[in-house]
């Protein structure tokens, strides 16, 4: 039996990345779709309604959310009770530590491999880069570091 599996993200960035990740990591039985929002309230405001009116079967819900500087459970707990309130108590909600950049700061060699030119990888051995969810803005952290970056792209 196949399954859907439908990603409600935050923002734009967070559709590039697993669209491009969840194509490698998801088994060939299992097809996805990615829906961007234009921030957190965007996607507070639609999820009720998407979660309520979805009408294909064997669909399954991810949220995607940033942190944010929010206390972790408080939001995870408000974003399922608006699951629960549309029906679906069976959505995953994953809240990103600060921001979905904070991922890059996980492995930075490959980050330096898919941006050559930019010492990255030596970073890693730095005490401000250890912790990925102790960056304050990460997106904005790698800006400063990837001369064209920005948060969603490359220019």
Not at 30 to 47: M, N, P, Y
Request: charged residues 30%.
């Amino acid at each position: 039996m196949a399954m859907n599996l439908v990603f409600l993200l935050e923002e734009p960035s967070a559709k590039q990345v697993l669209d491009t990740l969840l194509p490698k990591l998801l088994p060939s039985d299992v097809s996805f779709l990615t829906i961007k929002h234009h921030g957190k309230d965007d996607l507070r405001q639609s999820l009720p309604r998407k979660l309520r009116n979805w009408k294909t079967p064997d669909t399954r819900f991810v949220v995607l959310h940033d942190q944010d500087n929010c206390d972790c459970e408080v939001l995870k707990a408000e974003l399922q009770e608006l699951c629960r309130q549309a029906g679906r108590n069976d959505t995953v909600i994953r809240i990103v530590c600060q921001e979905l950049e904070a991922w890059y700061f996980g492995d930075l060699a490959a980050v330096e491999r898919a941006f050559p030119g930019h010492r990255l990888q030596q970073l890693a051995e730095k005490s401000a880069y250890r912790d990925p969810d102790a960056i304050v803005k990460p997106s904005d952290r790698l800006e400063d570091l990837i001369p064209g970056f920005y948060k969603g792209g490359w220019r």
